[in-house]
């Protein structure tokens, strides 16, 4: 298994994914996902040392900033759940925060994709997207699993789907990429595939 997963390159992820942003974040410590309260699209909370972002998961646009965040606040260690309050159109919430702090994101989707965080050659970390149910990924290469992300420059913190299923976020100490399945700029609809 471990000569498999060397020896798979980096492909872009499958139809019907499409990546639409790679944002450099300096001091990243995790991200989380909420739903944006008028148009349904899955929303993606970044956390780093200089403040918190909130983007738009589907188009791929920064829609808030909070660069001082309160101190009781500004990461997610300071609450027991691992959240911190919401910003923008989400502002009165909390986020659940995945990544340096501990938590995590949703590995599976309702129709079937899988993500998983792979480590053949330490401590190079690598993003299994797959359709298979996951290792030991007995489906070819390339049709059944895919390497999307290979994390050879920064230490990756958190790798997941949205609770819709719509997202897939990956994120590094440096930066966060974003995949979406939802192309249409319409509210994320889980029941469709």
């Known amino acids: 298994m471990r000569k498999r997963l060397l020896a ?8 019907p994914w499409q990546r639409i942003a790679y944002v450099p974040v300096g001091g990243l410590l995790g991200i989380g996902f909420a739903s944006h309260p008028d148009t349904g699209h899955d929303l993606v909370m970044v956390v780093s040392h200089d403040g918190h972002g909130l983007f738009d998961a589907v188009t791929g646009e920064m829609i808030a900033r909070v660069r001082d965040p309160d101190p009781e ?4 260690d300071e609450a027991v759940d691992l959240s ?14 995945a990544g340096l702090f501990g938590g995590g994101l949703h590995t599976t989707t309702a129709d079937g994709w899988t993500l998983e965080v792979v480590v053949p ?6 993003v299994l997207l797959s359709r298979d149910g996951g290792l030991p990924h007995r489906g070819p290469y390339g049709e059944q699993w895919w390497h999307i992300f290979h994390s050879s420059y920064s230490e990756l913190r958190a790798a997941g789907f949205s609770p819709s299923g719509q997202t897939i976020a990956v994120a590094t100490s440096s930066d966060v990429s974003l995949w979406t399945r939802v192309t ?10």
Not at 8 to 15: D, H, K, Q, S, T
Not at 121 to 126: G, I, K, L, V
Not at 184 to 193: G, L, M, N, Y
Request: aromatic residues 2%; hydrophobic residues 30%.
């Open 184 to 193: 249409d700029h319409s509210p994320a609809d889980s029941s469709e595939a």
């Open 73 to 76: 606040d500004s990461t997610p």
């Open 121 to 126: 050659a330490w401590p190079h970390e690598r």
């Open 8 to 15: 798979a390159p980096v492909l872009p992820a499958p139809e």
């Open 84 to 97: 911190c309050p919401g910003l923008g159109p989400i502002a009165g919430s909390r986020v659940h925060i």
